[in-house]
T-cell receptor, first 113, second 113 residues
């Protein structure tokens, strides 16, 4: 079945460092891919998404490219800030063939000044 | 739009008590999802509804858990009787027909003593 494998955390970076969080997926069809962010004490918020191969999602300085050949959707940011400290979830949607989301285990990021 | 609304935000109860969690989806969204988040198991889909009808409840852990959606603007997740291993954060999410993005509520943190 469909699944998402996400880089284990936690990740600790200094402010202005480069961030990469790896995400790979397994899917039988043509999924859409997402990154959600969860700040402490809050629900998940959509960070970015891509709906087909070679699409690049971007938001708030974060980017991820849908790579079908490597079945990957790695999250990157060139210069992290303390305010980026959160848990990041990679997710896959099998819509319209299905209605479920498949989430990765989450990667906790802490950015220190 | 107010987003997905969940209540209560925090619930502390004793083992054996009945617990009811509530969710109001975003107006016009036809799909509603209940998730449970724990450190050990991450995000798990418990059940989802389409147009108030339960579609897939295979994630409901056992008969102690039940969910209803009496109308388009309200859903409940009930645990009776509650056990300490039910302690988790429970999220509700909604999604419109024709789109694959899920919108999450802030969650209910349940502690069963």
């Amino acid at each position: 079945g469909d699944s998402v494998t996400q880089m284990e955390g936690p990740v600790t970076l200094s402010e202005e460092a480069f961030l990469t969080i790896n995400c790979t997926y397994t899917a039988t069809g043509y999924p859409s891919l997402f990154w959600y962010v969860q700040y402490p004490g809050e629900g998940l918020q959509l960070l970015l998404k891509a709906t087909k191969a070679d699409d690049k999602g971007s938001n708030k300085g974060f980017e991820a490219t849908y790579r079908k050949e490597t079945t990957s959707f790695h999250l990157e940011k060139g210069s992290v800030q303390v305010s980026d400290s959160a848990v990041y979830f990679c997710a896959l949607s099998d819509w319209p063939s299905g209605n479920q989301f498949y989430f990765g285990t989450g990667t906790s990021l802490t950015v220190i000044p | 739009d107010a987003g997905v609304i969940q209540s209560p935000r925090h619930e502390v109860t004793e083992m054996g008590q009945e617990v009811t969690l509530r969710c109001k989806p975003i107006s016009g969204h036809d799909y509603l999802f209940w998730y449970r988040q724990t450190m050990m198991r991450g995000l798990e889909l418990l059940i989802y509804f389409n147009n108030n009808v339960p579609i897939d409840d295979s994630g409901m852990p056992e008969d102690r858990f039940s969910a209803k959606m009496p109308n388009a603007s309200f859903s409940t997740l009930k645990i009776q009787p509650s056990e300490p291993r039910d302690s988790a954060v429970y999220f509700c999410a909604s999604r419109p027909t024709g789109d694959n993005e899920q919108f999450f509520g802030p969650g209910t943190r349940l502690t069963v003593l």
